[in-house]
């Protein structure tokens, strides 16, 4: 995400004073990415017949109005469109395009407009957050952010004007924010795929004219938490990953394991060979995560020394910060002191 490709978008044109505010980004030296819907007269429908563009972020460089004119929008009528402005803003750098793989939740950012941050004039808001993948619907991505603003008394959206914001996570943009979704009281926004229209040959053709090159999408997936330094890890850490090792005492055990683990969370762990400072990072990262694990490996636990280090990492657990974990009443102890296991 780059700042200085920021796009604060004004349309209106009526001789009334009405404007319609959203939020774009530069993708190429005269293209501006945004919603469609903010190129529109909400009353009517039509289109303002002025729209005029600011590009760039205040910290980053000086900013550049500019006038632009609707080139593309999508021709089955998702909430996107492509902007031309009327002179070159030549940026270095160019658009990273991408689409989020696998089931994990994944961590993204943006820059817009929104309503709860304006004060005498529109400021830029650094939006963030998660984008959970398994959620929301064909053509939708669910946003849930991070800092959020409160609902508005008098009904409207909060997040008003950051429409056309692009979203991106991992310095790939993968949508355009579209809606505010009121049901959760300004902490979740809609943003529509970049993949749903990435493919349409209108949209190819201009980006190809501007930049010689089509919007290629990469897979973005999340990567597996790796240990740091042992000198910058926590006692925490250090603590239970000594706890963990009675409970593998092959490493091939604690792999396979962590390998199970891992995929259950989301991630592709084809290849995954994490040392037992990896997967406590894995378990520090994930609030269920060690009860998954505790659970998984009391299924089959064999040997006193096991089943004693499991209740171990129970008791102490506790003190950290790892999230929810199963309690240890009589039935729970039961099911540990009785289960087996073939330990490879």
């Keep these: 995400m780059d700042p200085r490709r920021l796009a604060l978008i004004r349309s209106g044109g009526a001789g009334d004073g009405r404007i319609t505010v959203g939020s774009g980004y530069l993708i190429a030296p005269r293209l501006v990415l945004t919603a469609r819907h903010v190129l529109e007269d909400r009353d009517t429908g039509t289109l303002w017949p002025t729209i005029n563009v600011r ?28 902007l031309r402005i009327d002179r070159e803003i030549d940026l270095s750098g160019s658009v990273r395009w991408g689409r989020p793989a696998g089931t994990a939740p994944l961590a993204y950012e943006g820059l817009g407009y929104p309503w709860a941050a304006k004060g005498e004039t529109r400021a830029p808001e650094h939006m963030r957050g998660v984008l959970p993948v398994l959620s929301g619907g064909k053509d939708r991505y669910v ?46 926004l809609i943003a529509l795929p970049v993949f749903s229209f990435a493919g349409d040959k209108g949209f190819i053709n201009h980006v190809e004219e501007e930049t010689d090159r089509p919007p290629e999408l990469s897979a973005i997936g999340v990567s ?84 004693a280090a499991l209740n171990h990492l129970f008791a102490r657990a506790r003190t950290f910060d790892c999230g929810a974990l199963p309690r240890l009443n009589r039935s729970s102890q039961h099911r540990l002191v009785g289960s087996t296991v073939a330990v490879r």
């Design 224 to 307: 597996l938490p790796k240990a740091g330094p042992a000198a910058e890890r926590t006692p925490a850490e250090r603590e239970l990953e000594k706890l963990l090792a009675p409970l593998f005492p092959y490493p091939s055990t604690r792999v396979d394991h962590a390998r199970a683990l891992a995929r259950e969370l989301g991630y592709e762990s084809e290849g995954y060979k994490p040392t037992a400072a990896d997967l406590v990072a894995l378990l520090m990262t994930h609030p269920r995560a060690l009860a998954s694990l505790g659970e998984a490996v009391a299924s089959g636990a064999q040997g006193k020394e096991v089943r």
């Design 55 to 82: 590009v760039g972020h205040h910290r980053e460089c000086e900013t550049t109005r500019v006038a632009a004119e609707l080139l593309w929008s999508h021709p089955d009528g998702l909430d996107v469109a492509l």
């Design 143 to 188: 946003l849930d952010q991070g800092p959020a603003p409160a609902p508005r008394s008098d009904g409207g959206n909060a997040w008003g004007g950051a429409s056309g914001a692009a979203i991106f996570c991992d310095g790939h943009l993968v949508g355009v924010v579209t809606e505010e979704d009121l049901a959760y009281g300004a902490r979740r």
